[in-house]
C-alpha cells in the first residue's frame, strides 16, 4: 500500500478557535521534531501571520492569488530545508486550483496537509476554496468550540454588518473582524456606495434569514465547549 499523505479541512463559523487549533496543532508537530511550513490567506490583521482572538500569533508565509503551493514547498526543498507538513490557515480564500496543488502534495509527496477555515461566505454560500476542499479532502472536521447566536442558538452564519444591517449584497472578499474596522477588499477599489466600516456577527439560521442582530447589548462572538 503506498504512503500518502493527508489532506484534512478543520472549518467553523468565525470565533470557533480555527486559528488557534492551528497553532496548536503546528506547534504539536514541531515538537516530535516534524518540520512544516505556515501559511495563510488574508488573515485579519492584514499581516503575514496567522492571529487567535486569544492573543496567539505566529510568522506565516502570505499565498497570494497567484501563488503555486507546490513551487513553495520546493523552494524549502532548494534551500535543503526537508518539510513534513503544512498548516493552512484562512483556506476558504485559496482558489480551487491552489487546493488542487494541496492534494497533490499529499499523493505525490506525502505531505500532511492541515487546512482550517470558515465554509461559507456572507450570503451563506460556499467559498471556491471552501468547496474544493469539501470535494477532495481525506478529512473533514468541524471545530469543535460552538460560537452562539445572540439568542443562545448554534450560530453557523457569518453576518457582514453595517451601521446596523445585515448585508446581503457585495464583495466575496472583505477581511475585517467581529468588531467594526476598515474593510479591505478584493477590488482594487470600494465600489460606489458601499459603506467603508463594517464588522461580522455569527447568527443562528433564523436570526442571519430576518437580519435580527438582537439587542445591542447582546455579546456577540461568545464562545462555548460542545
Known amino acids: 500500500m503506498p504512503v500518502v499523505g493527508k489532506l484534512k479541512f478543520c472549518y467553523g463559523p468565525m470565533d470557533c478557535g480555527k486559528s488557534t487549533l492551528a497553532l496548536q496543532i503546528d506547534h504539536n508537530h514541531a515538537r516530535q521534531g516534524r518540520r512544516g511550513m505556515v501559511l495563510v490567506r488574508h488573515d485579519r490583521s492584514g499581516e503575514p501571520q496567522i492571529t487567535s482572538r486569544i492573543g496567539l500569533t505566529r510568522k506565516a508565509t502570505e499565498v497570494g492569488n497567484e501563488t503555486d503551493l507546490r513551487l513553495l514547498v520546493r523552494e524549502q526543498w532548494a534551500a535543503g530545508r526537508h518539510v513534513d507538513y503544512l498548516i493552512v490557515d484562512e483556506a476558504q480564500f485559496l482558489s480551487p486550483d491552489q487546493v488542487d496543488q494541496l492534494a497533490e502534495l499529499a499523493d505525490d509527496v506525502q505531505i500532511d ?12 454560500m460556499l467559498f471556491p476554496g471552501a468547496a474544493r476542499l469539501f470535494e477532495l479532502a481525506d478529512e473533514l472536521q468541524p471545530v469543535q468550540v460552538e460560537v452562539l447566536c445572540w439568542c443562545g442558538q448554534t450560530g453557523r452564519f457569518n453576518a457582514r454588518v453595517s451601521d446596523g444591517e445585515v448585508l446581503r449584497a457585495g464583495d466575496t472578499v472583505v477581511v475585517a473582524d467581529t468588531e467594526q474596522m476598515v474593510v479591505e477588499s478584493s477590488s482594487t477599489s470600494r465600489s460606489e456606495g458601499e459603506p467603508n466600516t463594517v464588522r461580522y456577527q455569527v447568527l443562528c439560521r433564523r436570526h442571519f434569514r430576518l437580519g435580527d442582530l438582537g439587542p445591542t447589548s447582546a455579546q456577540h462572538g461568545q464562545l462555548r465547549l460542545t
Open 113 to 124: 496537509v492541515y487546512c482550517f477555515g470558515i465554509a461559507t461566505d456572507f450570503r451563506s
